[in-house]
Structures are given as structure tokens and as C-alpha cells.
């Protein structure tokens, strides 16, 4: 399980680094709790699937949130345990959620 959150998480080109980027190039910042990693690596060994299996498992997650953000007002994605879990919709920070809080000070 460790091992498959290392390769998730610490190669220079890893997979969680290749997603930051494609969703950076939107202006969106993607996160992902340390329990969602935990969740991924757990995924992949009940699929038996390993180390190849988690970009899949990665694909499925973020497909709709892909297509979401471009264009949109969604200024950060959090990936949380149970959107991997329950395959959930991650969590969503828009852009108007900053403006309302700033106008309330």
C-alpha cells in the first residue's frame, strides 16, 4: 500500500504531478487529501491491479471533472477518501465562493 502511494505521489513525473498540471493549465489548483491517496492504493490492490491500475482508477475519479472545470469558475478540486470511496463528486472551490467571502468582511 505504501509503495503504491510512493509511485502515486514521489517520482518527478508522477501521475498526481501529471494531473496538477493539465488542471493547472485552467487555473484550477487539484488536491487530494492523504486519506484519498491511502484510498486510490487501496482500490488498486482489492482490483488487483498494482501500480499499472492506478492511473485507471485516477481516470475514472477525475473524467467528469475534466471536462467540468474548463471554462468554468471552479478555482480548486479536492479529492477526498470518500470520492474515491463512494465515487462521489470531489470537492468543488469556485471562484463567486472567494468574492462572497470577501465582500462579508
Known amino acids: 500500500r505504501d509503495a503504491l502511494v510512493t509511485i502515486l505521489t514521489k517520482p518527478k513525473n508522477s501521475i ?9 493549465l485552467d487555473g484550477c489548483d487539484l488536491i487530494f487529501t492523504d486519506d484519498s491517496l491511502e484510498a486510490i492504493a487501496d482500490l488498486a490492490i482489492k482490483r488487483q491491479t498494482g501500480a499499472r491500475g492506478l492511473r485507471s482508477i485516477l481516470e475514472n475519479v477525475l473524467m467528469d471533472t475534466m471536462y467540468l472545470v474548463p471554462g468554468s469558475d471552479i478555482i480548486s478540486v479536492t479529492v477526498t477518501r470518500e470520492t474515491i470511496k463512494n465515487s462521489s463528486k470531489p470537492l468543488y472551490k469556485r471562484r463567486t465562493d472567494l468574492q462572497k467571502t470577501a465582500v462579508n468582511y
Open 16 to 24: 498526481i504531478a501529471q494531473y496538477k498540471y493539465l488542471f493547472s
